[in-house]
């Protein structure tokens, strides 16, 4: 049973900047892939950011030029760096795991594992 635990998030002004981190309680073996997902009050999960099984990265259109996700395997940590940050960002933060081949890091559905959360409000 993989544990996945977020930080790094708080309250920040529009403009500014969070470096979001998620660890694995171990290392994971294999092929995975990850993602970062959020859920802004009265709106449904969506994929942010993925690492996937073949170590390519993407993010969401809406984050673009904002946001990056990167990896560091000898910490077994994901990060997602978040810049320009604008008050539509505001939401809870998601890590989460899918383990083996034909995963889609990119749809909460799916997923085998998610951490807690990690809540990020950007005010204007």
């Known amino acids: 049973q993989v544990e996945l635990r977020e930080s790094g998030g708080g309250s920040v002004q529009a403009g500014g900047s969070l470096r979001l981190s998620c660890v694995a309680s171990?290392?994971?073996?294999?092929?995975?892939?990850m993602g970062w997902f959020r859920q802004a009050p009265g709106k449904e999960r969506e994929g942010v950011a993925a690492?996937?099984?073949?170590?390519?990265?993407s993010v969401a259109s809406s984050v673009k030029g904002r946001f990056s996700i990167s990896k560091d395997n000898a910490k077994n940590t994901l990060y997602l760096q978040m810049d320009s940050l604008k008050p539509e960002d505001t939401g809870m933060y998601y890590c989460?795991?899918?383990?083996?081949?034909?995963?889609?890091?990119?749809?909460?559905?799916?997923?085998?594992?998610w951490g807690k959360g990690t809540l990020v409000t950007i005010s204007s």
């Open positions: 989460a795991l899918y383990l083996g081949v034909g995963g889609n890091c990119k749809d909460s559905a799916g997923m085998d594992y």
């Open positions: 171990e290392y994971i073996a294999g092929t995975y892939c």
């Open positions: 690492f996937d099984s073949d170590r390519t990265t």
